[in-house]
């Protein structure tokens, strides 16, 4: 097993932290790439992984994803993430959430977490009875704050629409033809909300049966999880797990434009160059997905109602813009553009 920091995806954090608790079940790591602009933000996802490498590896990825997306937010915090490996049957007690508060609170208030992929509100007002560094907690009418998903598809939405407008030359949605890959809380927001404004949609999940009955529900069409990236269409919005961009699937790309809300979505940095050397329309996820941690990251700075996170979260197409106005200029890709303003904003350009 290669040390630490020889992994690729390490890139200076500032800490790494793995937790074991075997009486609860847990076993952890909060990974910390920075906290140069506030305490590193980023919810904290539960998932079985194959082995604990693939986890590092997630949290290495996500925690610098988070710097960034920070960042590029406006937000005054640092980048982290938390990954709490779960078993085949993705068991979840009330004693491993206790286990893992008490985990972010050793940490002295560096990290904050919220929900991601296999957490929800619910489990962060568990893990809020340990430690007062969490976010994403159910709040009242008109509050920032609460379950980040539907927020996160309203940033989406809105940077598919810039997406549009730049790629295709049109200012509305009626008929264009988007492929959304995983319709759980992101990627079915981002789906009513297209189909609200007259797109056609294609959709594939995990859970072939949710994918089936939104697709009814929409009037779109459901297709198998190994063919969505495939599909036809204007636009191809992956919104499930990460790392999905790649030599292979790139060449095999049907559309002219990715606008999605998953995390990650290039396997590596040369497949921002794939993507433009396609003539594919990239919108960088974490610039695009930001709305979920505006919402939360407001909530847990007590700055502002849900109208400032909404009024933020508008502010992501005009991002989107710059990194695209710059790219045009530049002649690089639209990947490598938002990394360089983003590691300026953290103090590493």
Known sequence: MAALWDYPDFDDHEGVHLFRDRAAGLTAIVAIHSTALGPAAGGTRFWHYADGEDALTDALRLSRGMSFKNAMAGLPMGGGKG??????????????LAAFGRAIDSLGGRYV????????????????AETRHVAGLPVGQGAAGGD????????VFLGLKAAVRRGLKRDDLAGVHVAIQGVG???????????AEGARLTIADVDAGRAHALAAELGGTAVDKADILRVEAEVVSPCALGAILDAETIATLNAPIVAGGANNQLATPEDGTRLQARGILYAPDYVINAGGIINVGLEYLGQGDRAEVEARIAQIPGRLDQIWDESAATGDPAALVADRIAMRLIGRG
């Open 148 to 155: 980040p998903g539907p927020l996160t598809a309203l940033g």
């Open 185 to 195: 809380s992101v990627g079915g927001g981002l789906a009513r909300r297209l189909a």
């Open 113 to 128: 977490t919220a929900e991601d992929v296999g957490m929800s509100d619910a489990d962060m007002v568990a893990i809020s």
């Open 83 to 96: 990954v709490v490996l779960a078993d085949p049957a993705r068991t979840k007690t009330p004693a491993l």
